[in-house]
C-alpha cells in the first residue's frame, strides 16, 4: 500500500509532499524595540519577548519584518523570542515562528490542533502527520546568500502582493586572530536582517565590537550565510 501524497505546481515546485519538511505557522505577533538596552556595554541592544503557549524546539524558524537590522533567536527562559539590535531604536518589528510539522503533537507547545473534521491530513508510513491543511505554511519567496562581511539585498518592488519575512535564525560567532594585550580576544558577529519600507530585504553580518573591521591584528573569515525570504 502506499502512503502519502505529492503536490507539484506547474513550474514543478512541490507545494505538499510526505518526504519533505514541511514547516508550519505557530505563532505570530508585532511588538517593537522599545526597552532595549545594552547590558554588557558592547553595542548589542537586546529585548526578550514572552510568547504564551510556546516552548522552542531546536529547529523552529524565526522570520521578522523590521526596517532596522536586527537578530532573532527563540528563547527558553522566558519562552519566547530574544531581539538583538545594534542601535537603540524603537522600531516596530512582525515576528513569525514556523515549526516543523512532524514536531507537532498533543504535548507540544503549542500543541497539536484537534482536527475540526474538515481539509486535509496527510501521513507517512511511519504514522507521522507531515501534513494539515488547518495549518499555514511556510513560503518562501526567495533567499538570500553571502559570505560575511559582505551585505547583500533583494528588492522586491513596491507591490509583490505579500508582506515579506526574512528568517533570523544563524548566530555567525567568529574567532579573530588577535596578537595584542586585550583581555578578551573573541569577538562576536551576528547574522542581521531587515526589510525596508519600500520592501528591500538586506543581509548582513553585523558586529559587536566597532574596531574589528579596522584592526590589523585580526583576521575575519569568510563565512556564507543564508536567509529566507518568506511570504508572510
Do not use: H
Amino acid at each position: 500500500m502506499a502512503y502519502g501524497i505529492e503536490v507539484i505546481n506547474t513550474s514543478g515546485s512541490y507545494q505538499i509532499s510526505d518526504s519533505l519538511t514541511n514547516y508550519v505557522e505557530i505563532k505570530s505577533f508585532t511588538t517593537n524595540l522599545t526597552g532595549s538596552t545594552d547590558t554588557d556595554g558592547d553595542g548589542a541592544y537586546e529585548k526578550v519577548v514572552s510568547v504564551a503557549d510556546y516552548s522552542r524546539e531546536i529547529d523552529d524558524i524565526i522570520a521578522i519584518n523590521c526596517t532596522v537590522p536586527i537578530c532573532a533567536f527563540a528563547n527558553t527562559s522566558p519562552a519566547g523570542v530574544r531581539l538583538i539590535s545594534f542601535n537603540s531604536s524603537t522600531a516596530s518589528v512582525s515576528v513569525k515562528i514556523f515549526r516543523r510539522m512532524d514536531r507537532l503533537t498533543s504535548s507540544s507547545s503549542p500543541a497539536l490542533s484537534v482536527n475540526s473534521g474538515y481539509g486535509l491530513e496527510i501521513f507517512d508510513a511511519s504514522g507521522v502527520r507531515r501534513y494539515a491543511s488547518n495549518y499555514k505554511p511556510l513560503r518562501i519567496a526567495a533567499t538570500l546568500s553571502a559570505n560575511a562581511p559582505t551585505e547583500t539585498s533583494l528588492n522586491l518592488g513596491s507591490s509583490p502582493g505579500y508582506t515579506p519575512y526574512i528568517s533570523s535564525n544563524t548566530a555567525c560567532v567568529e574567532t579573530y586572530a588577535n596578537t595584542d594585550a586585550e583581555d578578551d580576544p573573541d569577538y562576536f558577529g551576528f547574522q542581521a536582517v531587515s526589510v525596508s519600507s519600500s520592501n528591500v530585504c538586506t543581509l548582513s553580518l553585523e558586529n559587536i565590537e566597532s574596531s574589528v573591521w579596522s584592526d590589523p591584528n585580526r583576521s575575519y573569515p569568510n563565512t556564507p550565510i543564508t536567509a529566507l525570504i518568506i511570504k508572510g
